[in-house]
Structure formats: C-alpha cells, structure tokens
C-alpha cells in the first residue's frame, strides 16, 4: 500500500508508520522549488520518508527543509536521521526546542522514564543534529519554499511550550501540528492532545483562536489527515479541550487519584467520539489509544491544574 497521497498544489501527504502502523502520523512534503518536508515523524519512520521522497524525486541533495511543529518524538523523532540523509537540508524548530535536536539526551532519558523499553518499538532513537543545520523560529518565522512561496511559522503553545503552527502562502494550508488535536479521519472525531509537562487550558485555546485568526483555508493534521471544515474543528477542539477539564477538575475536587480521574473522563466522554462508541472500530481506537492515551492525557491535565493550584 503506498503512503503517499496527493493533496493538491505540489503538496504531498506521507504516510510515516509510526511503530508500523498505518494512518496515525502524517508528514508532509511540499514539492515547491525548494522541498520541504514537515513532521518527519519518528526514526522508526525515516526509511518510509526517504523511500516516498525518492519516490517523489527528492534526492539526498534536494531537499531544502525540513520543519517539526514541536519536538515530541512522534513529530521529530526522525529529524537528526533525515539531518543525516539530507545533508543539504535546513532544520527549523522554535526556539524551546532547538537545544534538544543538538543534544537529545535530556529529552530521551525523559522519555524512556515515560515509555521504558516500549519507546523503541514506539519512537526510536532521536539522533543529534549538528547546532549548525539548526534554525530557531521565535514569534513568528518565514521558511522560503521558492518562486515567491513560503511557510509562516506561528507560535502555538498550549499542547507544548515549543510548538509553532505553519501556514502555506499559496494555499492556505494550516499544519497545526498536535495543537488542534487528534483528528480522527475514519470517524471525524477530533480529541484532545494534553500530555505532561505543558499543557495549560487558556494557552492552548488563545492558540487555537489564533489559527482561527489566521483564516485557513485547510487544517493539516500530524493525526491525521487534511480537514476542510476549518472553523467547526478548531471549535470542536475547543469544546473536548473544556470537557476533559472540567472533568478532570470535577475528579480533582473530590480528591480521586489518577486511575479514577482516567475512569471518570473515559465514563463522560465515551459517547462523544464515534472511535470510541458502541459502533466504533476496537482496532481504530488502539492505535489512537496508543498515541493519545487517556490517562496521559489526563495526567497531563491534572499536572496542569496542580501547577495553577
């Protein structure tokens, strides 16, 4: 089965296989006079990205670019492996994140306290990538893509203090990275994305209201997929943002470990996606569950409120 899908306008979604599995982390090259690849996904992912770049006509000497939203190792577990495959190719990250793509070992012995030896089948080994190759982005930043086009880079903390959405000047296309959510294309659901150890409520929503702002024509999800209907997902997302935290405030309050604030918010949102309802494919929800889980992100929302607390 290929992974690769046009979308339109020289923009190419890619299949990364995240743990070898199909349709839950997309990366996305955009052909333009000078390619660029965003979300590379993780390691494990490397060999499918450089087989569909070569299956575009991307050579080792090609590639101009590669950008990540934010630094979490489902998104650019695989940039110091591409650093090393591309070695011609930019590597842009906002500014919190650039120190960890040069030296990734902070970062990887966080993760493995996290994920112990699942993190290798999961993620891989995040490579170092040589400070050199590194740009940093701030507010806001300009990636040149070639004959005019661009990508604007947008600070969009909330999911992550490191993250930045990307709009494309020509189209339109918003890549929101995990700011916006889990996009769910086999049932339209949209869920929360609110891992420890930044996630914070207000931030992410002033962020989602800033895509909105931004008025794009096309939401590119990490996971996954474009989505066309703009307006009613970012709303949507602000409306799971609210619920899982008004749950999860609700559990808190009456003093409930994590396990029962898990079992509460599961209870309370289990009719609310079509993945996860009585009509739902078990299979679908796994691998959702696998990359998004509840009681991550429910500890991530409980770390949230004891931080404001």
Known sequence: ??????????????????????????????????????????????????????????????????????????????????????????????????RHLADPARLMRSARMVYGDLLDTLFGELKPTDPARIRAVEETGVID?????????????????HHVGLLDSLTGDLYVGDAAGIYIPETADVRPATPPPDFDLDTAVNSLRKFRALQPQRLLFAHYGPVTEVIDTLERSEEELRVWVDAVQEARDQKLDLDHAVAMVRERTYHRYRVTGPDGDPDTAARYEMLSGVAANVAGIMHSLDRHA
């Open 145 to 161: 893509l070639g004959g005019g086009r661009r990508l604007q880079s947008h600070y969009s903390p909330g999911h992550a203090r």
């Open 1 to 98: 089965m290929s992974t690769i899908t046009p979308l339109g306008d020289d923009v190419y979604e890619i299949d990364t296989r995240m743990a070898d599995q199909p349709g839950i982390t997309a990366g996305y090259l955009i052909l333009a006079d000078r390619p660029c690849l965003v979300e590379p996904g993780t390691a494990g992912s490397a060999p499918v990205v450089r087989e569909a770049l070569t299956e575009l006509g991307v050579g080792p000497e090609d590639l101009a670019t590669v950008v990540v939203t934010h630094i979490h190792l489902d998104h650019a577990g695989g940039v110091g492996d591409m650093a090393e495959l591309y070695p011609r190719a930019d590597i842009v990250v906002h500014e919190q994140g650039a």
